[in-house]
């Protein structure tokens, strides 16, 4: 049974850092991608940044490149986002997500096989 657990989210002033971090456990050699999604309130899901898995390639959307970094550590099944210089805008809950398939686009929630439950990120002004 796949298990992903988010951890590192919080409350912080604009500017400020945070690092999430994705715990996974489980059959997790099937999974080809991951990434890190956020909801903001009122507002769909939408995809912050990805890792290939296999390659440790990357992908940001706009709004976090320069900002935003992704990570893997093999050895310990976890996934990092590094945020930094965050503004309230990147408030939200984020979610860690994992596709076991290689077809799909990556920035396409329903390719997404795993979720987990999200941690809560609050930028305040």
């Known amino acids: 049974q796949v298990e992903l657990v988010e951890s590192g989210g919080g409350s912080v002033q604009a500017g400020g850092s945070l690092r999430l971090s994705c715990a996974t456990s489980?059959?997790?050699?099937?999974?080809?991608?991951m990434a890190w999604w956020r909801q903001a309130p009122g507002k769909e899901r939408e995809v912050v940044a990805v890792?290939?898995?296999?390659?440790?390639?990357?992908n940001y959307d706009d709004s976090v490149t320069g900002r935003f970094t992704i990570s893997q550590d093999k050895a310990k099944n976890t996934v990092y986002l590094q945020m930094n210089s965050l503004q309230p805008e990147d408030t939200g809950m984020y979610y860690c997500?994992?596709?076991?398939?290689?077809?799909?686009?990556?920035?396409?929630?329903?390719?997404?096989?795993?979720w987990g439950q999200g941690t809560q990120v609050t930028v305040a002004t």
């Open positions: 890792i290939g898995v296999a390659a440790g390639t990357t």
């Open positions: 997500a994992a596709k076991d398939k290689y077809a799909g686009a990556w920035y396409v929630e329903r390719n997404y096989a795993y």
């Open positions: 489980g059959n997790t050699f099937s999974f080809t991608y």
